[in-house]
Structures are given as C-alpha cells and as structure tokens.
C-alpha cells in the first residue's frame, strides 16, 4: 500500500461505523482515531470497482472500511463492520456492496475533513 500524505474521514464513515459496531459513546475523534489507524496500519483486502484502481477494502483487528485514494491523500468512505456484523448481513440476505453514489460523492472535493 502507498504511503499517503494525509488520511481524510468522511461524517458518513463516521455513522457508518457507530451503527454497525453499535459504538455510540465514542466521540467523534476517537473513531475518526480507529479508521485512521485502520487506513494506516491495515491490510488491503480487495479493491473495489471505482473509475480506477483507487478504491480499497481495508482490514485492521477485525474492522473493514472502504477508502479511496485522492490526489494527496486517502479519504475513508465508509466502515463496514467487524467479521459478525458482515456475517450477520450475509444471513439475511442484505447485499454488501458500495452505491456508485456513495463512491461519486466522497472524492476530493467533497469530504468532510477533520
């Protein structure tokens, strides 16, 4: 993975990761500390489809987010859970994919930075 200058968090990742980790007493700094971390430090999993290779699933203790790389930076998109969460999903039958909207609207210009 490629070294980036700076790792941007969207407010969407940030909900994301409060409903599907059921963490609503963290602020907002301590998670945007984790997705940080896990953009950092974690292990690329797959790309996503994207307009280009930009777009990854990333792992780090057990937490999935999505991000994408911009010009001079890495901005997380959204989080997908732990391992149970995304099981749980499959069990229901609730796709695990990313919107093209979702994707289109978290790019360089349009993120809420922290």
Sequence with gaps: MEIFVEIKVTKHAIKRYRERLFDYSSSDDTIIDIMKGIARNGTI????????????????KGVYIVAVKGPNSQIVITCLGDASYRKWLKTIGMP????KRLLRTNTEASYSSF
């Design 96 to 99: 695990n994919t990313l919107s």
């Design 45 to 60: 999993v797959r790309s996503r489809l994207h307009n280009s290779d930009s777009c990854w699933e990333i792992v780090h």
